[in-house]
């Protein structure tokens, strides 16, 4: 399955005059905005997780290279 790819421009249009529609205009901003906070969110847990990961690798390094010694 394609993903969002296959839903294409007129799909996407289509869907945001359903969302207008079903929430109206004043509602708009807000929901947007709640989206991008989550998408933050997601966004910097997503980034710890990775950074927890590479400090973990760092670590088995620095105990590797003092095992060698």
Known sequence: M???G???VPGLIIILVIVLIVF????LPEI??????TFAEFKKST????DD???DDSVKKV??????S
Not at 47 to 50: A, E, H, Q
Not at 63 to 68: F, I, R, V
């Open 6 to 8: 296959a839903i294409g």
């Open 24 to 27: 109206g205009p004043k509602k």
């Open 32 to 37: 947007g905005g709640a989206v991008g906070k």
């Open 63 to 68: 105990e590797k290279k003092s095992d060698a």
């Open 2 to 4: 394609g993903g969002l």
């Open 53 to 55: 990961d590479d400090d």
């Open 47 to 50: 980034k710890g997780l990775i």
